[in-house]
Nanobody, 122 residues
C-alpha cells in the first residue's frame, strides 16, 4: 500500500512557475516508478510526465516538453514536478501516481493521490 499526498498547487499568472510535490508513505517508494497526470475541467485525465524508480529515465507529454521537469528524491520519498512558462491551458487538477510497471511503456498506475489544483490566469 502506498499513500500519496500532493501539494504546491495554486493560482499563478501565465508565464509563471510552480513546483508540485508528492509525498509518499511506505518503505518501498524507491521501487515504484512515479507519474504526474492532470484533469482539466470537462476533459479526460491526461498523462503529464513520469520517472523511473531510479530517476534515470523520464518521459513527458508533448504539451509540456521543455517547460515541465519531473524529479524525485528517494531519501525523502518525494517526487516533484517543476512547471515553468505556465499557460492558461495548464489549468487542471494535478495528480501523482505510482506504479511497479515500466512507466516508459505503460500508463497503468496502482496508487493515486487526491490531487492539487493549479490555476493559470491569462
Amino acid at each position: 500500500q502506498v499513500r500519496l499526498v500532493e501539494s504546491g498547487g495554486g493560482l499563478v499568472q501565465a508565464g509563471g512557475s510552480l513546483r508540485l510535490s508528492c509525498a509518499a508513505s511506505g518503505r518501498a517508494f524507491s521501487s515504484y516508478a512515479m507519474g504526474w497526470f492532470r484533469r482539466a475541467p470537462g476533459k479526460d485525465r491526461e498523462f503529464v510526465a513520469c520517472i523511473t524508480w531510479s530517476g534515470s529515465d523520464t518521459d513527458y507529454a508533448d504539451s509540456v516538453k521543455g517547460r515541465f521537469t519531473i524529479s524525485r528524491d528517494n531519501t525523502k520519498n518525494t517526487v516533484y514536478l517543476q512547471m515553468n512558462s505556465l499557460k492558461p491551458e495548464d489549468t487542471a487538477v494535478y495528480y501523482c501516481a505510482s506504479t511497479r510497471s515500466n512507466p516508459l511503456s505503460s500508463r497503468l498506475y496502482d496508487y493515486w493521490g487526491q490531487g492539487t489544483q493549479v490555476t493559470v490566469s491569462s
